[in-house]
């Protein structure tokens, strides 16, 4: 039978969608209508389609909901992909929440599909805007999942902070954790958490609590000088360290602190706000015995950001430990760090 002309209906059954029958309506060579099936090509098991999918997603970063992209552009395909990717929990599990596009609903549905899955979450409220009201049926949603939480950034203003948190019970998946919230009176505490072992704080807050003894990275920013060193001395096992200083060093004596750990430390100030913060005293409170070779350079970068960084000097020092690396990075509007960056090839 040669069709001439033909156009397809839709499935015209309430019965599951292996008993359906998706029909058309051709027209044969005698000019007469009827019913034909439609031939499809064989289905592929839902475990195999199901897993197709999740490579369809961004293999680096967090999914940002779009109709055109995976995993909603994944719905629209037909009905039994739909089916599949709305049953699979890990296509689900990423989501970059942005307060200022205010999909709450869709935002709190993504979630809840995720069912069970480790969650990848970024919270971001970039204009700190009076979103509260409108936002708290996501942010019960994304506190009551709290026990899935796998990696977690949040970006946030003071309201919304204190509707997220104090959160109660433990984090028994949390592996990376990234704060940054002005609210210098907030008090939260993660040291529930088994898994965690990357955390950034990037306006430092001495009340957001951590297992510090797990932490292999650790990131801040604001910090004093002795709140450094503290921190050093309590993360026994941190690999790479980096902390942007805010005061000169403590007048009280101070212990060495013995590190055996550590590989990469990063020490910066940001001298724009005052220009005689140094952060080079942190490295007389360090013993970290170590490398054979010391080795120094100079280094100008090009960064168009909210603070410029002019330079850095990677340096490795006899006395400190097997230390790999050690940054020196300067924030500035001007040249003016350059002055008291080091010139020469040794330490003394």
């Keep these: 039978m040669n069709p001439m ?46 897993e197709i999918f999740i490579h369809c997603l961004p293999v680096s970063g967090l999914v940002t909901p779009d109709p055109a992209e995976p995993p909603l552009a994944l719905c629209a395909i037909c009905r039994w992909w739909r089916e599949v990717a709305l049953s699979t929990p890990r296509l689900w599990s990423s989501l970059l929440v942005d307060f ?23 919270l971001k409220d970039w ?42 019970g433990d984090f028994p998946l949390l592996e990376h954790l990234s704060v940054s919230v002005h609210a210098s ?21 001495p009340h957001i609590q951590v297992p510090w003894h797990q932490l292999t990275t650790f990131r801040t920013a604001n910090i004093s000088i002795s709140g450094c060193i503290e921190i050093l001395r309590n993360a026994s096992n941190l690999l790479d360290g980096t902390f942007e200083v805010a005061d000169d060093p403590p007048d009280v004596a101070t212990p060495i602190v013995h590190h055996k750990s550590l590989q990469n430390l990063s020490l910066g100030a940001i001298i724009d706000q005052d220009p005689n913060v140094n952060p080079m005293p942190v490295l007389n409170f360090l013993n970290i015995p170590g490398l054979k070779k010391p080795h ?10 909210p603070r410029r960084c002019i330079a850095i000097s990677i340096f490795h020092i006899p006395i400190l430990c097997s230390t790999r690396h050690i940054g020196i990075i300067v924030h500035a509007g001007n040249d003016a760090g350059l002055d008291r960056m080091p010139e020469s090839n040794t330490f003394h």
Aim: net charge negative; glycine share 4%.
């Design 296 to 305: 120094s350079r100079v280094q100008r970068l090009g960064y168009d950001g």
């Design 100 to 122: 200022d596009d205010m999909h709450v609903d869709l935002y709190r549905k993504w979630l809840l599909r995720a069912r069970s899955a480790p969650l990848s979450i970024s």
């Design 127 to 168: 204009d700190e805007k009076e979103v509260l009201a409108s936002v708290d049926p996501l942010l019960r949603t994304f506190v009551g999942l709290s026990r899935q939480w796998k990696n977690i950034e949040i970006d946030i203003g003071l309201d919304l902070a204190c509707s997220i948190f104090p959160v109660d």
């Design 185 to 205: 009176d907030l008090s939260i505490s993660f040291c529930e958490a088994p898994k965690l072992r990357e955390v950034s704080i990037l306006i430092y807050n």
């Design 5 to 50: 002309s033909s156009f397809a209906l839709p499935v015209l059954s309430n019965r599951h969608i292996e008993y359906q029958t998706q029909n058309i309506l051709v027209r044969d060579q005698d000019g007469r209508l009827h019913f034909a099936p439609i031939r499809r090509a064989p289905t592929l098991p839902p475990e195999i389609l199901a």
